[in-house]
C-alpha cells in the first residue's frame, strides 16, 4: 500500500467555483497536499494522461473534457492513499455516490464528476510523475 495518490480538481469543478471546498473537504479527511498547481491540459498532455482509455467510446469526450479549462492536480499523502481517495470521492456517478462525497456534493454528471482520482498505487506513481517533477513535491511539512 502507498501512501501517495493524485487527484485533479477537474474542469467543471475549477469553473464552478468549487475548488477550495473540494480541496478543504481533502484535508479535513486527512490528506497531506504535497504537491499542486493550475494547469491547462494540452491534448496531448491528456491523451497521454487517459492513454489507459483510449480503446473506449468516452476516450475522445474525455480528452477534450480535460483541455476544456484549467484543472488541478495535487499529489496526497495518507496511509492507504488510493483507497482513502477513492471512498472520499465516490462513485464515477454522482447519481449513484454516497452522501458526503465529493462527488455527491460538487459533480453535475458521469461525465463532468468533478475530481480525477488514481485507481492503484502503480497508477498513482505514473499519474503523479506525469504533473510533476521530483523538485515540485514537498519532502516534508
Known amino acids: 500500500m502507498s501512501k501517495i495518490t ?3 480538481v477537474k474542469p467543471d469543478a475549477v469553473k464552478a467555483g468549487n475548488t477550495g471546498a473540494i480541496i ?4 479535513k479527511a486527512g490528506f497531506k497536499v ?5 494547469v491547462r491540459m494540452t ?10 482509455h ?3 467510446p ?4 474525455l480528452v477534450d473534457f480535460m483541455c476544456s479549462g484549467p484543472c488541478v492536480p495535487m499529489m496526497l499523502e495518507k496511509e492507504n492513499a488510493v483507497a482513502e481517495y477513492r471512498k472520499l470521492i465516490g462513485a464515477t456517478d454522482p447519481a449513484q455516490a454516497d452522501e458526503g462525497t465529493i462527488r455527491k456534493l460538487f459533480a453535475t454528471s458521469k461525465a463532468e464528476n468533478a475530481v480525477h ?3 492503484s498505487d502503480e497508477n498513482a506513481k505514473l ?7 521530483r523538485g515540485e513535491i514537498l519532502s516534508n511539512g
Open 117 to 119: 482520482g488514481s485507481d
Open 127 to 133: 499519474e503523479v510523475a506525469h504533473f510533476f517533477s
Open 6 to 8: 493524485l487527484a485533479i
Open 58 to 61: 468516452f476516450y475522445g469526450e
Open 34 to 38: 504535497k504537491a499542486m498547481k493550475m
Open 43 to 52: 491534448k496531448e498532455s491528456a491523451m497521454g494522461f487517459y492513454e489507459v
Open 54 to 56: 483510449k480503446e473506449r
Open 24 to 27: 478543504d473537504h481533502i484535508i
